[in-house]
């Protein structure tokens, strides 16, 4: 079922006949004549994705963003987001004759009195975990495949924005019943606000409409969250389709596979066919985990009062690097000037957690600076072979690691038995030792593996038998690769660290000298991919 | 300590019943004579129990000389090691004692929960004891420990009291320097209301003029009703909240799903 893009299709010169064809040809005819659309159906038919397991994760993210739209369409049918205070007289009888806001008493009321409402908001809920853990992995899979570089590091940004809207998307959401937990979390972005000087608290009136909580907050919430933020989210989902299409997918070196074609299943009929199965996979895994395991249970958290705070109250996985970073901050960060306070308790966190954000959003440019490679770039690279781009990811993911873990340091502290003071010294260690320990690991594992490749592609593998010569000796017999196996180690783009020269004018700039040293730091140790010639004189000398 | 309590034991039993019967028959002897003098048998009664009380008490102050009194002193008057518990109350000695709290298996950030080490009788002695040596919190009274005050109160006392140590759904949660609010979920209630007016550990004292004893009912009925009903939603993992949530969706929605991606692109060998 495989075919290449440059394979000319077999164009169909008659209608197909059959029962019930005719009313199909007669609709095919009535749409055509109209739209003219069958160039681009003949066009799109005809894309070809390749097959890979690591291909597929943005598909979950995009099959769990459909099972929260539907889900969450059927929860706006009965939630009221309104603070207006109500005596809840529901069926939960921990909560009876509690005083609570519309929009807590409404979430109660999908639960217990809805017929399918709790089913909903746990199909929503689990959905959208996964939909932003989906959209994590299939971001670490475009980075450490290099598939982010030229020509789709606009892709890599879109992509990024849809992760930083999927996040707010789950705030807001996280943030409407109104109940215990999400006025906590409400209440530590308040004082994230705050923090920020001089506007900060200008900011907090405005959001809050007045002193946190006012009346307003889940209106405005939910006004994001069932109509701007997911009107974004469908935007940027279709431009990154399309740039997906006119870009082409990304392929792993193969027999075959050239930086021109793409190589894998057109998209009619067998991966149609294949997607839409997978669909619906997803979408039952999503219902089987809503329909055994409860997911924020409201009704243990009770209505939002600004006096109690559970323990273990944290965010969801997807804002608890950002918790985390908050929790890992040493006490006592300020100073006095000017008869004023200025805290930096609060700001440095922001500072980190937005830094962070800019540098993965902005890394394929930074590459791209770095290599001055202006090439297109259409086959994925295996992250050994570039070693330094690895060793950078594994930093990068350690760092956020170690802020997420830190968002639970309390429940680590109970679960582990330790002293919860402890926990948050070990992890503020980490979050500077981590990625220094991550990048040096990773980058000699990926050396290590490349060397390894280069053997196995010189001298072939170790079969395990051992001959004994004529004259004595003991050989191991290396099983060669066959060509096509061989192909998969060897072909990579070698980059050389990049020379210092004058421009034009005999000037060397900055921005030269930068590269210069920003490249040596990228290309240094390298292991140069096997050449044509290499491997010639290996088969020479051995038989 | 098993051992020590096995022996007071044999040796109490050993004793009892020739002394029993002698007090008995002396007391038998005085009530009847108070009886007539007084001409009241309620009288009678209430010394005959009062003289119980002091009996127990002499039974609890022997357990207490050989089991805690290395730590707590004699007198119970505290040393450089444990408290003094002049004053603690019945109900402080029947919830440590009776969660296997103390006797201390080592010194550590707080004493846990282990096996009990005596029996009812033993730590009713002990309770007895120490509740002589001055006016404390005594053991509560059976009508509180019934699980049927009002469920709602309950819940809302229990969020705004207890929450932020030992989690909404009384799920445990940590405190500084290793200390930790234990989880709620299989204490009974009777030990629940004792730690609210004692004070255990690192935990505030709920006094009556704090918390009522019927607003304490209440808390206990809310803690038993989530004990006995399990989440409307399925499992529960463990009521920690998004921590587990998060984990949960990681491990086991992603992680399937990606074996499900790895099974469908897998080539036919």
Redesign the interface.
């Known amino acids: 079922m495989t075919a290449t893009a440059t394979t000319p299709a077999t164009t169909e010169t008659k209608a197909p006949t059959g029962p019930g064809m005719r009313f199909v040809n007669w609709g095919a005819n009535y749409i055509e004549d109209r739209t003219s659309m069958s160039g681009l159906v003949k066009e799109l038919g005809r894309k070809i994705f390749p097959d890979h397991w690591s291909f597929m994760l943005g598909e979950v993210a995009l099959y769990s963003f459909v099972v929260i739209l539907l889900s969450g369409t059927f929860l706006t049918f009965f939630f009221q987001a309104s603070m207006a205070p109500v005596v809840y007289e529901g069926s939960y009888p921990t909560l009876k004759g509690v005083e609570m806001s519309a929009a807590m008493a409404s979430t109660l009321d999908i639960s217990f009195d809805v017929r399918g409402g709790l089913l909903m908001r746990q199909v929503h809920h689990w959905a959208a975990l996964l939909f932003v853990a989906s959209i994590g992995l299939h971001m670490l899979r475009v980075f450490f495949t290099g598939a982010f570089r030229k020509p789709r590091e606009i892709n890599w940004v879109v992509g990024f924005l849809l992760f930083v809207l999927a996040m707010a998307e789950g705030f807001t959401g996280y943030s409407l019943p109104d109940d215990l937990l999400s006025g906590n979390g409400l209440r530590i972005i308040d004082g994230m606000v705050k923090g920020i000087p001089v506007i900060g608290t200008w900011i907090s009136y405005l959001l809050f409409g007045g002193e946190f909580p006012g009346e307003a907050i889940v209106g405005r919430l939910y006004m994001l969250h069932i109509m701007l933020l997911p009107a974004l989210v469908i935007a940027a989902i279709g431009v990154h389709m399309i740039l997906l299409i006119v870009n082409k997918h990304t392929q792993f070196a193969g027999p075959g596979r050239t930086e021109g074609n793409v190589v894998g299943n057109p998209i009619m009929p067998v991966f149609a066919a294949k997607a839409g199965g997978f669909f619906f996979i997803v979408f039952g895994v999503i219902m089987l985990i809503a329909a055994t395991v409860t997911i924020n249970p409201i009704w243990n958290y009770g209505p939002y009062d600004p006096s109690p705070v559970s323990a273990g109250t944290q965010p969801d996985w997807y804002i608890g690097f950002a918790d985390g970073t908050l929790r890992l901050i040493p006490p006592g960060w300020e100073f006095e000037l000017w008869g004023f306070t200025f805290s930096m308790n609060i700001i440095v966190p922001i500072i980190i957690l937005v830094v962070f954000l800019v540098l993965v959003a902005f890394y394929p440019f930074i590459e791209a600076f770095v290599t001055g490679d202006k090439r297109e770039h259409h086959m994925t690279e295996r992250p050994r072979n570039a070693p330094t781009r690895t060793a950078i990811g594994a930093a990068g993911v350690t760092f956020y690691a170690v802020m997420w873990a830190a968002a639970s340091s309390d429940l680590i502290a109970t679960h582990f038995r330790l002293s919860i003071e402890g926990v948050t010294h070990t992890l503020q260690a980490l979050l500077i030792l981590g990625p220094i320990i991550a990048y040096i690991v990773a980058k000699r594992i990926s050396i290590a593996l490349q060397k390894k490749d280069r053997e196995i592609a010189l001298h072939g593998y170790e079969s395990g038998r051992i001959v004994r010569l004529p004259g004595g000796e003991y050989i191991e017999v290396h099983e060669q690769l066959s060509d096509y196996e061989r192909w998969r180690l060897v072909s990579y783009d070698d980059y050389a660290p990049l020379m210092v020269r004058p421009n034009a004018n005999g000037k060397i700039t900055f921005g030269t000298k930068l590269r210069g040293v920003m490249s040596r730091w990228f290309f240094e140790d390298r292991i140069a991919p096997v050449t044509r010639t290499e491997i010639e004189a290996s088969k020479h000398g051995h038989h | 300590m098993a051992t020590s309590a096995t022996r007071t034991r044999t040796r109490r039993a050993g004793r009892r019943s020739p002394l029993a019967s002698a007090a008995l028959l002396l007391i038998g002897l005085l009530a009847t004579g108070g009886a007539y003098a007084a001409l009241t048998a309620g009288a009678s009664a209430d010394a005959a129990s009062e003289s119980q009380v002091t009996k127990l008490a002499d039974e609890g102050e022997k357990l207490f000389a050989a089991n805690c009194a290395s730590c707590h002193g004699l007198q119970a008057q505290g040393t450089e090691d444990a408290p003094s518990l002049i004053g603690v109350g019945a109900a402080a000695v029947d919830f440590q004692v009776g969660t296997g709290r103390m006797p201390m298996a080592a010194s550590g950030?707080q004493a846990e929960q282990k096996p009990v080490q005596f029996t009812e009788e033993q730590i009713a002695a002990l309770a007895s004891w120490v509740a002589s040596l001055g006016p404390g919190p005594s053991i509560p009274d059976e009508s509180y420990l019934a699980g049927d005050g009002d469920?709602?109160v309950?819940?809302?006392l229990f969020?705004?009291n207890c929450?932020?140590?030992?989690?909404?759904?009384g799920?445990?949660?940590?405190?500084?320097?290793?200390k930790?609010?234990p989880s709620l979920m299989g204490v009974s209630a009777k030990h629940i209301y004792e730690a609210m007016i004692t004070g255990p550990q690192n935990m505030p004292v709920f006094n009556d003029a704090n918390i009522t004893p019927e607003d304490k009912s209440a808390i206990i009925s809310?803690l038993k009703?989530?004990e006995a009903n399990s989440?409307?939603?399925?499992?529960?993992?463990g009521?920690?909240?998004?921590?587990s949530?998060?984990?949960?969706?990681?491990i086991?929605?992603?992680g399937?799903?990606?074996a499900?991606?790895?099974w469908?692109?897998a080539k036919s060998n």
């Open positions: 950030p469920l709602a309950g819940a809302e969020r705004i929450a932020m140590c030992h989690n909404v759904a799920a445990g949660g940590a405190l500084t320097e290793g930790f609010a809310y009703y989530i989440s409307p939603g399925g499992l529960d993992l009521n920690l909240g998004p921590v949530e998060g984990l949960f969706v990681w086991f929605a992603l399937g799903i990606v499900i991606t790895v469908l692109t």
